[in-house]
């Protein structure tokens, strides 16, 4: 009785590693993938902090709106200059909103992109490399 004890436990160590040795590619490739999706989300926050911060510089003058090296330098020191080593691309241009002021003078906007080539740590097929931008616009204060 004894010996038939101690062969079955024998095969269920063997068993748990083939378990292991069928499930542990998998949890890699799910932990690399986790790794990539929060560096993924943190670069689309700091885009968002980019443009929020380039648009709220072009937005205290008019005079500020026109000003091209401004806007990106302002963006930029939101980010140190990079996300993740890279320089992301900002863009900026003014308008005119259909709303007018007590003067009928049409409101203005400032509207900044900034972009981001993201290439993960770990590429798949799918996902090589892609480009990730946020927009965000804001009235452009009067020059009374």
């Keep these: 009785m004894r010996g038939s004890r101690h062969c079955h436990h024998h095969h269920h160590r063997g068993q748990a590693l083939v378990e292991l040795a ?3 590619p ?3 490739v799910m932990l690399l993938g986790a790794a990539d999706f929060a ?3 943190s670069v689309y926050i700091a ?3 980019v443009a929020r911060e380039g648009a709220h510089y072009g937005s205290l003058s008019p005079a500020n709106a026109q000003d091209l090296a401004g806007i990106r330098t302002a963006a930029l020191q939101e980010a140190d ?3 993740f ?3 992301p691309t900002i863009t900026a241009q003014v308008g005119n909103e259909a709303f007018r002021d007590p003067s009928n003078r049409p409101f203005q906007y400032i509207r900044v992109e900034a972009r981001y080539q993201f290439r993960p740590l770990f590429p798949f097929p799918p996902f090589r490399s892609f480009t990730m931008s946020r927009v ?3 009235r452009i204060l009067p020059g009374y």
């Design 26 to 28: 998998l949890l890699c």
């Design 47 to 49: 885009l968002g902090n």
């Design 85 to 87: 080593g890279v320089t």
């Design 22 to 24: 069928l499930i542990l």
């Design 136 to 138: 965000v616009q804001m």
């Design 39 to 41: 560096r993924a989300l």
């Design 81 to 83: 200059n990079a996300i």
